[in-house]
């Protein structure tokens, strides 16, 4: 079983003063001196002052008038300070300077709209991802490698480890992978790294792969044995599963062929009534051959190529230069049978860029990628005009909702231009949500 997949500047404040000094200050009077311009640089020494540095700075502010700020001694040698600018010439030449550099301004990185949130218009719907207010009051089950709990994007509460049965409270990803899905589901829309389709949620890590990203069917079973317990009382009405291993439906919850995960799936489904959404699998094949993919009750997840966030094709790639803008990604599975089309969408899944490990962000590419992009509309939807619907009807809406839009809205490969015997599925639309 394996994954798919400031520095701010002081504030200053000016003192009341009198109507004379006030004039005086400004230069109003007869024979006063304009004040200096002045700049804030970082100075660095060179190496030999190590052992003297506080006495060199002593000598630039009775020399040079400079006024130090912090003092740096481990790093580098040297101070930050406001500098006279007619000084600054002169300080650089003075032999204990290694180098005076401008005192420049830095910020956090600006958050950007993913690709994918974009392309499915997670901006126009009623969560409205990007403008940088708001989250959404729901909850999502991440099944996967675990969720980087100390990501400042990302509203971990909580989770279970069925890798480590020891250690159930671990939940924490040494992957990867599930960080980067649960950003897509639900990054934080705070001005951070990215946004995700139901910024905010809350997350509950369902850890069930390891650091390689592989386990097997005991880890998927604990995990959907948590869910099942745990998804009434927690208001967790959607989860993801951007995993698969070899195996069939056989049309009967796997009762028949004896599958105890499809079993698990089917109460999860039926009776706790968790929308599954399963990634279909990058074998390029028919996901018949999948599961959880196959499963009638999951709704299962192609992967479409965009790398603009805009329909329409034509823009350039950004990663996987093999894949062409706005069609069915080369890599991707797809339905064939009529019974697995029926349960059949599409999401973005090429260059996806969502929440890394220890912050920042990363790209990755799969039908894994595609997969969240689905699962966070439906937590959507179920917030909205899914609310109090079956798993399978929310499903159906989903669909229905996807194949309403207009064939503009879609991609090469989706039901308005079909691939012979390769069912894609139309690409899923948040914004009506």
């Not at 997949?5 to 001196?33: D, E, F, I, W």
């Not at 009405?237 to 049309?251: P, R, W």
């Not at 894994?368 to 959507?380: N, Q, Y």
């Not at 839009?405 to 090469?412: I, N, R, V």
């Amino acid at each position: 079983m394996v994954g798919r997949g400031r520095v701010a500047r002081p504030a200053y404040r000016l003192a009341a003063v009198s109507a004379a000094a006030g004039a005086l200050l400004a230069g109003g009077l007869t024979g006063a001196k304009a004040a200096e311009p002045e700049g804030r640089y970082i100075v660095v020494l060179d190496e030999s002052a190590r052992g003297r540095a506080e006495t060199v700075e002593q000598g630039h502010g009775r020399d040079h008038g400079v006024r130090v700020g912090f003092r740096y001694r481990h790093a580098l040698v040297g101070y930050s300070a406001v500098v006279p600018e007619s000084q600054v010439a002169a300080l650089r030449a003075d032999p204990n300077v290694k180098a005076v550099a401008p005192d420049l301004p830095v910020h956090a990185t600006r958050q950007v709209l993913p690709t994918g949130v974009d392309r499915i218009q997670g901006d126009a719907s009623s969560a409205l991802s990007g403008n940088g207010t708001g989250t959404v009051d729901t909850a999502v089950a991440i099944i996967d490698t675990g969720i980087d709990t100390g990501h400042r994007d990302l509203n971990v509460a909580g989770g279970i480890n069925c890798v480590n049965l020891s250690r159930p409270g671990d939940y924490r990803d040494n992957n990867g992978h599930g960080t980067h899905v649960a950003g897509t589901v639900a990054a934080r829309d705070n001005g951070d790294d990215v946004v995700g389709v139901v910024p905010g949620a809350r997350l509950y890590s369902v850890k069930v792969l390891g650091a390689s990203g592989s386990g097997s069917t005991s880890n998927i079973l604990c995990g959907l044995d948590w869910l099942a317990q745990n998804a009434a009382p927690l208001g967790i009405k959607a989860a993801n599963m951007s995993l698969g291993g070899d195996g069939a439906d056989d049309g009967n919850c796997g009762f028949t062929n004896n599958d105890p995960e499809h079993q698990a799936i089917c109460r999860v489904v039926n009776d706790a009534g968790v929308t599954l959404v399963a990634a279909a699998g990058n074998s390029s094949d028919d996901l018949a051959n999948h599961t959880p993919a196959a499963f009638d009750e999951v709704l299962t997840v192609t992967a479409a190529a965009d790398f603009d966030g805009q329909p329409g094709g034509g823009a350039a790639a950004t990663c996987r230069t093999s894949n062409q803008d706005d069609t069915a990604a080369n890599f991707s599975s797809f339905a064939v049978g009529a019974a697995d089309v029926a349960h059949t969408i599409a999401g973005p899944g090429v260059c996806i860029r969502s929440t890394r490990n220890h912050g920042t962000t990363v790209v990755f590419s799969g039908t894994s990628m595609a997969s969240p992009h689905v699962a966070g509309t439906a937590a959507l939807c179920l917030t909205g005009p899914c609310a109090g619907m079956t798993p399978a009807q929310v499903i159906a809406k989903l669909r229905a909702d996807a194949a309403a839009q207009p064939a503009s809205y879609g991609f090469a490969g989706d039901p308005n231009a079909p691939v012979a015997g390769r069912y894609y599925g139309h690409l899923v639309h948040a914004g009506g949500y």
